[in-house]
């Protein structure tokens, strides 16, 4: 399964939410096309998995979330569903 992550937040939408999904690093590992991570942006906030294949390469995909989590709100709260 993975690690899984929940940052609850008011999720940013729009434009914004299209330049934090281009700021994200590939989710596959190649040449084998291993999944590195998953998420979902959700209505109150992102969902991430790690999926212990790559953590350098998850751990860029929650620094994202969680950086446009602060952008958005003084409460941002992570925890482990």
Do not use: W
């Not at 751990?59 to 446009?68: H, M, N, R, T």
């Amino acid at each position: 399964m993975g690690r899984e992550y929940k940052i609850l937040c008011t999720p940013v939408e729009g434009a914004a939410l299209q330049q934090l999904l281009q700021r994200l690093p590939p989710p596959f590992h190649r040449p084998q096309m291993q999944e590195i991570y998953n998420y979902r942006v959700e209505e109150d906030g992102y969902y991430l998995v790690d999926h212990l294949v790559d953590r350098s390469v998850a751990a860029a995909g929650l620094q994202v979330f969680l950086d446009a989590a602060l952008s958005t709100g003084q409460s941002v709260t992570v925890i482990e569903p």
